[in-house]
Structures are given as C-alpha cells and as structure tokens.
C-alpha cells in the first residue's frame, strides 16, 4: 500500500512539474515582424522574431532566391518568390514570403522632414522621392499610432490627439524605408481641456444606433443618457478623471454591448458621442468653463478655384474665437466635380461648379463653400487651338504678302512696256 502511494505521488509530482511548462509553451506565438517581403535581387532584409525564449532557426525554400543566415537576415539572389521559415525545437514556427523583384532597385528616400511638430486638429504633408531617380518612385506611408496622428497615401498627416507617433515612408522595396517622428501637443485655443478615447477619434463611419443608454461611470458614480434619433448624446458636466463609457441596448441591461476608456481633463466638459460598431467614438467636445456656445461657423474660404486633379485643405474657426469648435464634416453637392474628405480637404475632379456644405456634427451650424473646378487639360488644349490659328494666320499672310508681290511686278511692266523679249 506504501510502495503504491508512493508511486502515485512520484506520478503527481512529475505531472505538475511539466505542466507549467506545457502551459507556457502553448501560451508562446512566435511574432515574425513581417510576413511578405518584396526586395530587389543583392538586397538584404532582417526578420525579426519575438514571442518565444527559445532559439530560432531560419532556413530558406529556394536559397538560390533568396537565403537567411541563423540570425534571420534575408538576401536575395535571383528573381522569384521563396518562403522563409522559422521555426523553434518547440514546435513553434512562422513563415515570410519573399518576393525578389527585377529592375533598377531604390537605394535611398528623400524625406522633407524627419522631425514635425503639430497641434491637436493641424494637418502636415511629407514630401518624399526615392533615389535613384531610375528605380521605381512608388512610396507607401503608415502610422505607428493612427489615433495619435493619421496619414493617407500621399503623405497628408493629421494630427488627432496629444502623443507621438512615427510615420515610415516605405519603397517598393521594404529595405528601403525613412521615418519621421510626429509629436503632437494639445490645442492652446482650447484652454488646456482635452477628451480622448481608445479607438478612432472623430469618426462617423458605421452605425448610430438610437434609442441606446449611455453610461458614464467611474469611481465616484455614474450618469446615463439615452441617444437620439441621429444616434448622439451629450452627458453634462464631466470633471476631470478616468472614466468607462459604456453602452446599453435597454436601460435595465447589465452588460454593456459597446465600451471604451474615455479620459477627461483640466475642466468639466459636455460630451458628444456616437455607436460605431462596437466601439464608442468621440464625435464633440465642449469646454464648460471658457466661453463655450459657439454662434457662427467660420471657413478660411467660401470661395475656392482649384484645376482638376489640385487639392485645398480647408480650415475651420469658430465664432466668438474663444469658442471651442466641435468637430466639422463636409458634405458635396456634385461628386463629379469635387469631393471632401473627413479632414476638410477639397479634391477637384472635374471642370464645373459644385457647393460644399460644412457642418458641425451636431447638426446646429453649418457654411457653403463654393468650389470652381477649372480643366487643365482644356486650358492646353486651348493653347493648342491659339498656336494653330494663329500659325494658320500668318501663313495666309506670307501668301498674301507674296501675291500682291507680284501683282505690283506685273502691273509696273504694263505700265512701262516691258516684256521678257525686250529683256
């Protein structure tokens, strides 16, 4: 009976030995910081593999495409597309696929900035080119936090809340790669007051649910409103502190369907929210403690000339100055010929006339901005048209100088008695 006992405790006790272990080896994931890269042929790329304390092995497809040396360094030899593995003596793996490209490959970027600074609502534009001028220009560009700072495909950044990300600008190689760093301070105009929620930050794409109990909770108690028809709602008076916003299909729920962390600083604020999927997002903040009730909505231009394919970031005041302007959507009349942006900026399109509609979200003001979209093809082929006529004209005038030439000749010999014999 000992001896079994015995046993079954040597049993035990190598059971929960192990299983710490086998617990944390199926809790490790191997995080590979790229899954497909594209580089040209003698180029080198290094992966880079966390999740894991054990050692990583890399080894390649097709090394004559590309191969990996035992730290992960990728470099490719022929044009093709391989996969490198890596893989741990715990069973763990991830993959890259490699695409080695063919043709004259970018050595460097240009970048007009590698430090910008911008306020809350300020918007910036990086210019980039790639080097040599040979190889292919294509550049994509991406946030390391979009809530902080958003950019799109053309290197148009706009800053959304205090923090720090950092924009890289990538080639068509993924070797080839520049970063700026973009700081973002808080709007001074808003007298140090500021709102901020994880996830988007001034977005209005998905649903506006009606009808839903909002609920502002912390520590101290809670306030629960209901929303409207256009699926907002204001809550009054949020001091200062961390609060839990959170969402309510029916008021006598318990289990919210929607929540975010929200923080509220310096003074009391009214805030203005909407149901975006899953997600509670922050669509208007107001100051309480400064002059807050906002009476006219200004535009920098109401009147904008743009040539097809030109851009104009339109920006926005508020009225009187000390107001602090809510966020402000436009809204066009004709999308043919120009269109807007969440960020106010104006793309024409084509030639024509379209009208602008700016509002802020709450739907209590709103300013028409009337946009003139001249072609500038036509204007060439204009041009075109001038030169031609005026080319046409002065032929005919050359002609003209020459026959009346010679209609002077033969009149002076008719009048002299002149003939080719008599010469």
Known sequence: MKKNMLCMALVLMMIFSVFPAVVFAENEKLDINATSVNIYINQSYQLTVTGTSEKVMFYSDEPSIAEVSGDGNITAKSLGTT???????????????????????????????????????????????????????????????????????????KALKTGVAVVTVTSKSDAVFKKCIVKVNANSEQSGANITVKGSVFTITGDKKTNVFMELRNSNGFKRVRTDENGTFTIQGVKQGEYALLAYRAEKDTTPYAKTQLTAGNYNLNVTCIINGSEIVVLYQNNADVESDIKELMLMSEEVTLKSGETYDMKFYARPSKAVLPAVMGETDDEEIATVDADGRITAVSEGTAVITFSTLDGRLSKECTVTVSDSQGNKYSWLIITIETSLALICLVAFAIRYGRFLKNKEKEEFGFDEEDE
């Not at 695409?99 to 240009?110: E, H, Q, T, Y």
């Not at 970048?111 to 210019?127: A, C, H, N, R």
């Open 83 to 157: 996969k490198i593995n890596c893989e741990t003596s715990g069973g763990l793996s991830a993959q890259c696929v490699v695409n080695v490209l063919n043709g004259v490959s970018p050595k460097d970027i240009v970048i007009s900035s590698q430090e910008i600074t911008l306020k809350v609502g300020e918007s910036s534009t990086i210019k980039a080119t790639v080097k040599p001028e040979e190889a292919d220009g294509t550049l994509t560009f991406s946030s390391s936090d979009s809530s902080v700072a958003r950019v799109d495909s053309n290197g148009y950044i």
